[in-house]
């Protein structure tokens, strides 16, 4: 089978030594060519003088490697004999020593050195020794292809995982694209991954299922312990490096206990690192009937895992940032309803009063009805009066349901859809909302509205509560009356910061009140600034919040004693 080349050279120089009867035997390779070092890359029968002696040579120390590098002349077919380069306590006598190339398609890839305590024949036999070395160079060629196609597999299969995490969030789906790649690339028949915190585990069995079944499960308190444990020998900042099963059992206590309940003892382990130390393990293992894992399989799996474990703090932070935003989200919500109560608060009396006033001619009404009615003579003489006493009242019970529905309309929970959105339609709805409270406050209401307004996307709910604030805010300004004048108009051309060159929709709520200092504005979008004794400090900030929602932006201009005009951009829908 294939090995990797100091396997198979170390089996080489075995066999070498054993068929051709010689005392000592080494291959030396190039170690670099640039300062022409070489290298014993393994060796049998050196004595650790002639090792150092022998392993610390230059490319001149070897004439075959010397002459091939240098390109001064072909030595592809040479064998030299007695080399007076090897150290000379391995010379005993002539041809005792034989340096023999390791060549493939012309190419020296490096020399095997034999010696002998007394020669045999075999040992002059230059034409042996060389098909020796042409085998040699086969053999090794064959195993650095090897080696190289085992290293393109390795990448293509990082290449993999690396896509398929990116291309995911799912904690579920890193665990199980991480043990589908692993197990696939290194002919896994068992494997498990544990994630701490997560408290998850999955098992596949090749030899139970068909088919690859990841069952996805709470840990169980022998898997809690032992990751517990794992992360306290490997510690904060320790090194990740894999470990066979039985290793981990023979220097943990509590492995020794459990780990061999769940694992077989010639299975890796790989720990999963996170912030703070380990934040999961990775188990892979084979059949008792299938080779062992290489010495690279479990760097390519450390790989994976390292690679997953990132994946699995991404997918935390981005649930962390899920959860934040689903809190600011309620939290808004909570923040726009409460406000919205709040102007609600402020509109109560007007809203008392306008209810009262068709109540009061109800009433009326139907006293008069009664009185017709109480004589039937009467009663027949006045029907025409009757019928239009209780005309007036059906007549005012609809003003009264009508000024209701607008309350109700107004305080209900808002939606989050947006839509295609009349801006007029909801500007009106809230100047009937808040009629009644304008007209004691003797504000004047001038409409400046564009013809065909185009449509806005946008949730009505939402708006209606900024309108509402501006419209209010404007009477505060207006302690003894004065005019509220809202316009509204569209530019085709130039959009808001936000929405860029696109057509905006631009409404205008310009009154004659006392106006602001500059100071106020500057902060006037803050929460809690207010400039009011009883002001929450929060009506702009919500809508200024909920105009960024839209896409849109609010802005002020204001001189002291001369009024205030507040601006809204919201970006056209398009195709309207």
Not at 475 to 482: I, Y
Request: glycine fraction near 6%; aromatic fraction near 4%.
């Amino acid at each position: 089978s294939l090995r990797s080349p100091e396997e198979l050279l170390s089996a080489v120089i075995d066999e070498v030594v054993h068929h051709l009867k010689a005392k000592a035997a080494w291959i030396a390779i190039p170690a670099d060519e640039a300062d022409g070092s070489v290298k014993v890359i393994v060796s049998q029968g050196l004595s650790e003088t002639a090792w150092e002696s022998t392993a610390s040579g230059q490319r001149g120390a070897c004439p075959l490697l010397e002459a091939h590098l240098t390109e001064e002349r072909d030595t592809t077919s040479e064998v030299v004999m007695d080399c007076e380069a090897l150290p000379a306590e391995l010379v005993a006598r002539r041809n005792s020593a034989s340096c023999v190339p390791i060549i493939v398609g012309g190419t020296i890839l490096g020399t095997l050195s034999l010696v002998w305590e007394t020669p045999p024949a075999l040992a002059t036999d230059h034409e042996l020794l060389r098909t020796i070395g042409q085998q040699i160079g086969i053999a090794l060629q064959n195993s650095r292809h090897y080696q190289e196609a085992k290293q393109t597999d390795r990448l293509r299969t990082l290449t993999a995982l690396d896509r398929a995490l990116q291309t995911t969030l799912d904690p579920d789906r890193i665990v199980d694209e991480t043990l589908r790649h692993t197990t696939t690339a290194l002919k896994a028949t068992r494997a498990t991954m544990l994630v701490k915190g997560r408290e998850r585990a999955a098992h596949f069995d090749s030899e139970t299922h068909v088919s690859p079944i990841w069952a996805h499960q709470l840990l169980s308190e022998n898997e809690a312990a032992l990751l517990e444990a794992l992360a306290e020998r490997v510690g904060p900042s320790g090194d990740l490096q894999p470990a066979l099963v039985a290793e981990l059992c023979s220097a943990d206590s509590c492995w020794n206990r459990t780990a061999l309940q769940l694992w077989h003892a010639n299975d890796v382990v790989v720990p999963i690192g996170g912030d703070g130390g380990v934040s999961g393990l990775v188990v892979l293992g084979r059949r008792d009937a299938d080779p062992p894992f290489s010495e690279e399989d479990p760097h390519l799996l450390r790989t994976a895992a390292n690679r997953a474990g990132q994946a699995l703090q991404n997918a935390q932070l981005y649930e962390s940032l899920r959860a934040l935003l689903r809190e600011r989200e309620r939290t808004q919500s909570l923040m726009i309803h409460t406000e919205k109560m709040a102007a609600l608060g402020r509109l109560a009396a007007s809203l008392a009063h306008e209810v009262n006033n068709p109540l009061q001619a109800v009433q009326g009404c139907l006293a008069l009805a009664k009185e017709m009615l109480d004589d039937i003579e009467t009663a027949r003489d006045s029907m025409g009066d009757v019928t239009h006493y209780l005309a007036i009242a059906e007549e005012e019970i609809q003003r009264v349901a009508t000024i209701v529905r607008r309350m109700r309309d107004f305080y209900r929970p808002s939606e989050d859809a947006m839509v295609p959105t009349d801006l007029h339609a909801v500007l009106e709805a809230v100047l009937a909302l808040a009629a009644k409270q304008l007209q004691h406050s003797k504000i004047t209401i001038e409409r400046a509205w564009a013809e065909r307004l185009p449509l806005v996307q946008a949730n009505a709910d939402h708006l209606k509560q900024v309108f509402l604030n501006l419209i209010l805010n404007a009477e505060d300004a207006m302690s003894t009356g004065g005019t509220l004048r809202i316009t509204t108009s569209v530019d085709p051309h130039a959009g808001s910061p936000a929405s860029g060159s696109s057509p905006v929709v631009r409404i205008t709520f310009s009154d004659t009140g006392i106006g602001m200092s500059r100071e106020a504005i500057s902060r006037l979008f803050e929460p809690f600034f207010t400039t009011k004794e009883q002001g929450s400090g929060l009506g702009l900030s919500i809508a200024y919040s909920i105009v960024k929602a839209h896409h849109g932006e609010i802005g002020v201009t204001s001189q002291e004693g001369a009024g205030t005009t507040f601006t809204v951009y919201l970006p056209v829908t398009q195709g309207t």
